[in-house]
């Protein structure tokens, strides 16, 4: 994917907002979101297997009233990604079986659409996608492991379900890495993926 795609994709739908009429252009709602996520990363070679990692995130957003069931959603906060998996050390001929335990940190931004799929009694069903942008402030590597120049920023496409009930919101997504995250470590593209369990509070 070319590295121009996401901003296209981000500055999409703030053109998006900022085109929106202005009797439109008003706030629906504000609030906090904090999430529980698995996350993992994709990568090409066959030999790797990495497997989940738990992590959180937690946000506060903004939302702005489109036009009839369209909403736009801004989000601005921190958010966990990471992997796990067994690696092999070699010291003085002998080798070691160890767990490695990656944690990357972002701060995190994102604009995204969402479509309220009408009303359940007190329940509104919608579905919500959009860009994000993760810029990195820090990593756990584990003890021994080179400190790699990962990419300082990285993109995201998110794609979601979720329901609201008065103020409750409760939000499940799936999180494609846009571009290669750990640039050189792998030796191969590698780019996260990740679940969201996402519980939030509108005001």
Partial sequence: MPRSTPSVLLLTVALAIS????????????????AATLS????????????????????????????????????????ERGYSRDASVAVDDRVFEHRLDKRFQYVSVAALARVTAGTLG??????????????????RRGEGVPNYDYRPVVWDASIGAGMEARHAVLEVRYNVGLNDALQGEWGEPAYHRAVDFVLGWKF
Avoid: C
């Avoid at 929106?20 to 904090?34: E, I, N, V």
């Avoid at 990568?43 to 736009?72: I, K």
């Fill in 122 to 139: 007190p329940v509104s069903p919608y579905v919500v996608a959009g860009p994000r942008m993760n810029a990195l402030v820090g990593n």
């Fill in 19 to 34: 085109s929106a009429p202005a009797s439109a252009q008003h706030l629906r709602a504000w609030g906090l979101k904090g």
């Fill in 40 to 79: 993992s990363i994709q990568t090409e070679l066959p030999s790797e297997d990495p497997e989940q990692r738990r992590g959180y995130s937690a946000f506060v957003f903004g939302e702005w009233a489109a036009a009839g069931p369209l909403s736009l959603v801004a989000e601005a906060g921190y958010l």
